[in-house]
């Protein structure tokens, strides 16, 4: 992105618009502006600004644009990266989708203060925050994670076996909670395009298993959550800072055991 001039930059930016909703603090189009400030703010703490940053972000397509055949919207960096894939003039797939953010707490740029994925993390930690001692026993794993399990380069690599507690074991209420902390993800499309996939995910909800690692407030190193359903899957990893000692940051995923891709 840093290669565009201006006007390509623009352009640029114009169509990331157009396939994320607009108009939502820390969710969307504006969590990735976000995205880009915190990015920038740690490559100027760091003097790592050739590897940090706006400008080190990428655009792609892979096929050629069109209403008739198949073709992909990649973007991606280091805290932000999604696949839109098209079929026919519809979309195929939103998957993979990568997110993070360093620092993790507030940042500001021209007035305008973000914290992209704090929305993400307080829904995951009342979700976690609702359940019993019992479910809680459940729903713990008994492996630790340093990062999420299917990051890049782990396309395909669903376990065979779901862990956890499941949610059809929870109460109405719980999984209401549930189903707004996968919101916060799907949510951050266009309208249009959310609305069957977080139908398909809501239908899904009570053979979807919640499993965790940690406190549970998801703000410590190697807090982990993970909710795994016929079709969706979706982690969130604590991730210590190599450059904000004691400090933590999350990476997240989300992909889709049917889709991730556009499908086969």
């Known amino acids: ?59 792609a397509l892979l096929g050629t644009p069109s209403l008739t055949g198949r073709w992909e919207l990649q973007y991606g960096g280091h805290h932000f990266a999604f696949a839109n894939t098209y079929q026919g003039g519809k979309t195929a797939g939103v998957t993979p989708d990568f997110r993070g953010a360093e620092p993790m707490t507030p940042v500001t740029d021209h007035g305008h203060i973000y914290q992209p994925l704090e929305q993400e993390r307080a829904a995951l930690a009342a979700l976690l925050g609702s359940l019993s001692t019992a479910e809680r026993a459940k729903a713990r794993l008994t492996t630790s994670f340093n990062d999420v399990l299917l990051g890049p380069g782990q396309d395909g690599q669903f376990p065979t076996t779901r862990q956890g507690v499941r949610l059809s074991e929870l109460s109405a209420a719980q999984q209401q909670l549930a189903l707004q902390a996968i919101q916060r993800y799907v949510g951050d499309l266009d309208a249009v ?34 909710l795994d359903g016929p079709s969706l899957w979706l982690e969130y990893s604590g991730q210590p800072s190599r450059d904000f000692p004691g400090t933590v940051h999350p990476h997240s995923v989300w992909r889709d055991r049917s889709t991730d891709y556009g499908g086969r």
Do not use: C, W
């Not at 139908?199 to 549970?216: D, H, K, S, W």
């Open 1 to 59: 992105m840093g290669s565009l001039t201006a006007p390509q930059l623009a352009a640029a930016k114009a169509l990331l618009a157009s396939v994320l909703v607009p108009g939502v603090p820390n969710e969307g189009y504006d969590e990735l502006e976000g995205n880009l400030v915190a990015d920038n703010y740690l490559g100027t703490a760091t003097n790592q600004t050739q590897t940090f940053g706006a400008g080190n972000y990428y655009l």
């Open 193 to 226: 395009t959310a609305a069957p996939i977080l139908a398909r995910y809501a239908a899904e909800l009570p053979a979807t298993y919640l499993a965790f690692v940690g406190g549970g407030t998801m703000s410590h190193a190697h807090d982990y959550v993970r």
